[in-house]
Structures are given as C-alpha cells and as structure tokens.
C-alpha cells in the first residue's frame, strides 16, 4: 500500500496552525489517516510550558487568598452537605470508583475531591458543568459586546415541581420557534444562550436592596417573627416555585428608532416578558447562574428536597444556540480552548478571555497499526508494575491553590494517592523544576510586601504572627483551639481532610453557618 503525504490546514482565526497539523499519512483507498506526526503535540506542550513560566510565582494579597479561599471552603461544605444529606435519603450522594486530587508541584500540598453524585443542584457539579461554556459564552460576550441583551422569560403563574419540566419544555420550545420565525430573520437577531431556573421557594422582598459584602443588588428573604424564611405555598399548603429562562438576545446590527419598538413589542408578545429586556451584561454568570440556590433547596423539607432534585434530573437546563454553538464546535475542531488572563481597560482591570491550544486534549485520533497497539498494552503493563495507577487528566492553569503564590498544580485520578510516589514521577520532577526558581522569586517578594511566608499556610502546627488572627478557628472535642491552627485560614475553613506534608486539617466548627453562601 502506497503512501502520500499532505497537509491540512486549520480553520482557526486566532492561532496559525499551518505548522502544527502536517506530515499526515493517508490510505489512498479509504482516505482514512494512519498516522500523524507529533508536530501538533509538541506545540501544545509548548504552550503549556509558556504558560506555566508566565503564571508561576504570581502572589495575591493575603486578604484576598483568605477571602478566595473561604469561598472555596464554603462550596466545598455545602457540597458535601448536600451529598450526605442524599446517602440519608437513600438517594446516594456519591460514586464510587476512582478518586479525584489536586496535587501543588511545588509545595507538595494535595487535596482529595470527593466523587459526587451527578446532581445539577450541588454546587461543585454545577460548576464544573458550566464552567466551559461559560468560558465560551464570555468570549462570545466580549467580542459582542454591544451586541447582546439579556431576556427573562416567564410564562405564567407559580406551580409544583412536578411541573417545572413541562414549564421549561414550553418555554424552551418558544425560543426554537423565535429564532426561526421571520421577525427574528427581519432583524437580525436570535437568542443564543438560554438556562432554566427553578425560582425560590421562599418569599422575597419586592424592591431590591445593595448588598455591601458582594457589592450586589438583592432581593432579602421574607421572615417570620422567628426569624424564618416563609415558604411560598398554594392553596393545598405545597411549595411552589417560579420557573423562568434567562436567554441571551445577539443582534446582527444596531437597531434603534420604529425597528427597536418594533422587536420589542413582538418579543413582549411572544414570550410575554415582564420588562422589554434585562439590558447588556457584564458578566455570563448573570445568564447562568443556578438551577437553584443552593441555600434554598437545602432548607427545604426532605420530601420537598427529593422531589426537586428527580423531577429535575436528566434535564438540559442550560444550552447554546445558533452562533454559540456554531463557536463552540469550531473550537473543538480546532484543538482550542477559551481561558482568561488579568489586563486593564479603560481604567479598570478585567478578565479578558482568548484562545489557546487546548493541552488537556489529544490531538486528532489516528487509527493505529497492530504493532503499536501491542507496545502501547505492553508500555501499560510496566507502568502498573511500577505502580504508576495515579494518572494526570488535567494540567490547569498555575493557580493561588495552597498558597498565595502561584504554582502548577494537577487533577490527578487514582485509587490510592501516594504524595512521595507521585513526586517520583518524570514528568512532575520536570515541571518543579522548571519553576522551581519562578516559584522561590514569588514567595520572597510575597513575604516582603506581607511580612509572612507564604509556606506558613500550609502548616498547620506553625504560628503566625501575622494579622490574620479572625479566622475562625476549629475546635477540639474539649473545646481547646487547635495549636497554630491561627497560621492558615484556610485550614481553619475547608472541610474534608487537606493533607499538607503528612499532616491532615480538620473539619469546620459546628457552628460554621452557610446562610451567605452562593453557588458563584
């Protein structure tokens, strides 16, 4: 069998990827690919490692690791509050099978993330649901700026959870029809992005008021005399909820005058809108925020709690559409992925979001020879035998993890996790080393402008001295404070067992509260 070798080309319109895909090998009788050259490999690996030289040893202040990392602990603990409240009910909360960890290559800090039930109201499953299409939703956003607008759809009365399934079904199916229908073609306009929420089951107050914590606008809680939120209920005594869309309205071009009354006049019809529109959004999160708040559902009788939760599953709450879902399939083929970097504009600093290979990927799939299959099983043979079972399946960005100083760090997954095994790796030698200075030059200008090492958070039997002294502290069974526990908030926040050198962290006190917490 002859061989002929050509190159293809990408079709993405931010990298140039004309060196990167060549060499391939193709069967001239079923034009199918045999083999592909590294060339596309090698130039993900290498902007993984420009990355990692560019983020490693990057500090924040103390201040915000704190405030980052309570809000961590707290979606932790309500997660996990969540799942076990499901093994009570019988419904399970957790998988079993191999366990997730997050592994810091140059403090050697890990963390165990439990195997959660596929629930879309935990707060740690959502997020990891929606994270890439946000990312993709935000780099849409940010090239069309002003050209998108926010809709809240409604489409009648509170109901039962039964319900919520056929509301949205009505509701999403409204959309379809818009897009399609010759007002939106007349103009120009479709909806891109829709999520479905539930609504609160609890009463809210109608104006809304700022909120100086998150520096946001809310609607508080209706309470009793007691202090507790009332319940909205119909008229059998069952709780109701309010289920809406948010979408997100995308203009080909600007429209004002008769033709920007015309549209919104169809669309007050159409999909009988409380307001004209919600106006621009600043950031997706607005869009897709929740399927519930999580403070909510928790609060609700266990019966309530259930039903929610069955009644919603296997459900596509949050979808793309027409030219999202057209950027989203693009940039799969193209091997890319949206991430974020810090840059200011127009006197403020913003997250601004671009492409980049996507090292987490393999390149194009190649149909292999019986030859290298056999060294591919024999390869895995000898890596058991080593006992490498703890494999990397994300490389993420270098991140403020463990300390307030950047390092790489990886999603390891395993049965077992062996911190002193793990660092015996090849790969991750190579990539402590190759930062390793980076890492030393972060934390010497962290502790100049600190006073503190940064490495002093990850002990949690070394005091500090520094101002960080408010954190709430855990408790021991006769009540003592745990020694040094006031040298790292985040060991006095987190939930499950951090292990950090051999040494493991304890849980919150009881008293920890999760009123404040939301599920962004």
């Known amino acids: 069998m002859s061989k002929s ?13 004309d060196n990167t895909i060549e060499n ?33 040893g990057q500090f924040i202040s103390s201040d915000d690791f704190e405030t980052k990392s309570k809000k961590e602990s707290q979606r932790r603990y309500i997660s996990d509050a969540f799942a076990d409240r499901m093994e009570r009910l019988g419904m399970g909360g957790y998988y079993e099978g191999k366990k997730k960890f997050h592994y810091g290559v140059q403090t050697g800090a890990w963390i165990e993330i439990p195997n959660y039930k596929n629930t879309k109201c935990n707060p740690t499953i959502a997020r990891s649901k929606r994270s890439s299409m946000l990312s993709e939703l935000a780099y849409f956003v940010y090239h069309n700026q002003k050209k998108t607008r926010m809709l809240v759809i409604h489409d009648g ?28 073609k007349k103009f120009g306009v479709s909806i891109i992005f829709r999520s479905n929420e539930s609504g609160s089951p609890f009463k809210k107050e109608h104006e809304k008021t700022y909120n100086s914590k998150s520096g946001k606008f809310e609607r508080k809680y209706v309470r009793d005399d007691k202090g507790n939120k009332i319940r909205c209920l119909d008229e059998k005594g069952r709780i109701s909820y309010h289920p809406h869309t948010h979408a997100l309205l995308y203009m080909e071009r600007f429209l004002e005058g008769e033709e920007w009354d015309e549209l919104i006049k169809f669309l007050q019809n159409f999909f009988k809108l409380a307001k004209p529109d919600a106006g621009t959004i600043a950031d997706p999160r607005e869009v897709c925020k929740y399927l519930i ?50 840059t200011h504009e127009n006197n403020a600093i913003i997250r601004k979001p671009y492409l980049r290979p996507n090292w987490n990927s393999n390149p194009l799939k190649a149909e292999k020879t019986e030859g290298e299959i056999l060294s591919e099983k024999l390869l895995k043979v000898c890596d058991k035998e ?28 395993a049965d077992r996790f062996d911190p002193i095994e793990f660092a015996k790796n090849p790969y991750v ?56 526990a006031r040298g790292s908030p985040r060991l006095s ?6 292990h950090y050198g051999g040494f493991e962290t304890n849980p919150p006190s009881d008293n920890f509260k999760t009123s404040s917490f939301s599920n962004d």
Request: charged share 35%.
């Open 386 to 413: 080593k006992n490498a079972d703890m494999i990397i399946c994300s490389r993420p960005n270098p991140y403020q993890k463990f300390t307030p100083v950047a390092e790489p760090y990886f999603v390891v997954i």
């Open 293 to 342: 708040k999580s403070e909510d559902i928790m609060d609700l009788p266990d019966i309530d709690f259930m039903r929610h939760i069955r009644r919603t599953a296997r459900l596509h709450v949050v979808q793309p559409l027409t030219l999202l879902k057209e950027q989203i399939i693009q940039h799969k083929a193209d091997g890319l992925v949206v991430d974020f970097e810090m």
């Open 493 to 498: 926040t987190i939930v499950s067992k951090t």
């Open 24 to 56: 391939v090998v193709i069967d001239p009788n079923t034009k199918k690919v045999i083999k592909r050259a590294h060339s596309e490999t090698k130039t993900r690996e290498k902007a993984y490692n420009d990355t990692i030289e560019k983020y490693t």
């Open 157 to 184: 009365p509170r109901c039962l959870s039964i319900d919520l399934k056929e509301r949205w079904k009505k509701q999403n199916q409204r959309i379809r029809q818009f897009n399609k229908s010759r007002t939106a």
């Open 429 to 484: 030698k190579k990539i402590k080393q190759q930062t390793e200075k980076k890492f030393e030059v972060g934390c010497a200008a962290f502790e100049a402008i600190e006073g503190t090492n940064p490495l002093d958070y990850l002990d949690p039997y070394k005091v500090s001295v520094h101002k960080r002294t408010k954190s709430r502290l855990p408790k021991k069974s006769n009540n003592e404070e745990i020694p040094g």
């Open 5 to 17: 070798r050509t190159n293809q080309k990408s079709k993405s319109s931010s990298l140039d990827f």
